[in-house]
């Protein structure tokens, strides 16, 4: 059979013969989710040189990569106290710990996010307690937070998703005057600012993930815990290794938290490229927001008040059939994700298999709120409670933003928008 023949007067079709007739089939450039590879090969020389000085060195816990790393994320956000973990996850459950958070605490956290808030909260014995989400931000609501304080109230734990952070003003408020602790889960937001203060340190301690699709992505699981506080970062430490203090000897039952030294090391050679990355995803979130925009149905979310005067929160207008992301005010936003927001009933999955016909990657973050997992029925949560976080759980789809997307990607993803638009 012939090979299929490629004429570049028509870039977007495929012929192939095969017997009598020619086939035409659109041919799409495949644009994934997130390429690792565009970023981490570019500096595999680095990474090759970093590993074999770790594997020399023998020094495979703990040590000067480990305390080197911690010191240039410190000076980086600008916070006191910088302690590497082996996760995001653990660097909340560190946290937790380090507060003494347990059973009969409750800890306000959002229903819209990802699991490890909410799950960490609950493997200490404490009791999460969901509040609702702004239609805009995608992150916690403070007003929802403060009808949800209780006697039993230890921790408020916002999540600045999708590298923007929550509104902190109202929440830190509300934490000095109920006299409440503020942890933040910064798991996606590291250089995220609001009024100029870095994410993760405006709370009594905040925690970071270094997870591969990260913006700081690492190569494996990795976290920290940052902290102002002197005591709360000498808690957390002990506890990082056992609670032991001198070795062997526990006052207080810790775990295993610690991050290898090779993870550091590694992470550490993406650093000096780190405003690098979040420029380009900046640019890109700006590219998308400029053409997008300019197609019928597709609108973009600037406040709250906007959503409401379009169609009271919960609409069916049809001329906005895109919802699209924006930087709140007072925010720096360092785009973890770009999340649009497709309108109307099921048209949020109809467009993801539109997309990933054409060979473009997209992720549902997230598809169940927290109130509604099978593994908190027993908190026996009232139907209706949260609607904005189930209006955005069946709403939000994220396209691609890595830093490494070429124009002609984005094109390609702007193109099987306005496709699926004019379906």
């Not at 229903?111 to 960490?120: K, L, M, Q, R, V």
């Not at 503020?182 to 798991?187: H, L, M």
């Amino acid at each position: 059979m012939p090979q299929p023949f490629h004429c570049t007067a028509y870039q977007h079709l495929r012929f192939d013969y095969s017997g009598p007739s020619f086939l035409n089939e659109p041919l799409f450039m495949p644009v994934p989710l997130l390429d690792l590879n565009a970023q981490n090969l570019s500096l595999e020389a680095e990474l090759k040189s970093v590993f074999e000085r770790v594997l020399r060195s023998s020094q495979f816990i703990l040590g000067p990569e480990i305390e080197a790393f911690e010191k240039q994320i410190a000076q980086m956000i600008g916070v006191k106290h910088a302690l590497s973990v082996s996760s995001g996850t653990d660097a909340i459950l560190l946290a937790l710990m380090a507060l003494d958070i347990k059973a009969g605490d409750e800890v306000i956290c959002p229903t819209y996010t990802f699991f490890a808030t909410a799950g960490c909260v609950a493997r200490t014995g404490a009791t999460p307690v969901f509040a609702d989400s702004c239609e805009v931000s995608f992150n916690i609501d403070p007003t929802d937070v403060e009808k949800r304080i209780s006697r039993r109230t230890k921790a408020i734990m916002p999540v600045h998703l999708f590298g923007q952070t929550a509104e902190m003003e109202q929440i830190l408020a509300l934490g000095r005057k109920h006299g409440i602790p503020v942890i933040e889960d910064a798991a996606q937001a590291l250089g995220s600012k609001y009024q100029d203060q870095s994410a993760g340190t405006m709370g009594l301690c905040g925690t970071f993930s270094f997870f591969p699709s990260k913006n700081l992505g690492g190569f494996g699981d990795s976290g920290m815990l940052v902290s102002n506080d002197d005591a709360v970062a000498a808690q957390a430490s002990l506890l990082r290794t056992h609670g032991a203090k001198p070795k062997y000897y526990h006052k207080y039952i810790g775990g295993n938290f610690r991050m290898d030294p090779l993870q550091a090391a590694l992470i550490a050679v993406k650093l000096p490229h780190y405003d690098g990355y979040t420029s380009r995803r900046q640019a890109n979130a700006a590219y998308y927001t400029e053409h997008l925009s300019k197609l019928p149905g597709v609108a973009k979310s600037v406040a709250p008040t906007f959503i409401a005067a379009l169609d009271n929160h919960r609409g069916t207008n049809p001329n906005v059939r895109i919802l699209l992301p924006s930087a709140c005010e007072n925010t720096y936003h360092i785009w973890n994700q770009f999340t649009l927001r497709i309108r109307g009933a099921g048209q949020r999955d109809a467009m993801r298999q539109f997309l990933t016909e054409r060979k473009i990657g997209s992720e549902i973050y997230y598809p169940i709120p927290m109130h509604r997992q099978e593994c908190f029925a027993y908190l026996e949560i009232a139907e209706n409670s949260y609607p904005v976080a189930d209006l955005l759980a069946s709403e939000a789809l994220s396209i691609p933003i890595y830093p490494e997307l070429a124009t002609s990607q984005k094109d390609e993803v702007i193109e099987a928008i306005a496709a699926f638009l004019n379906q």
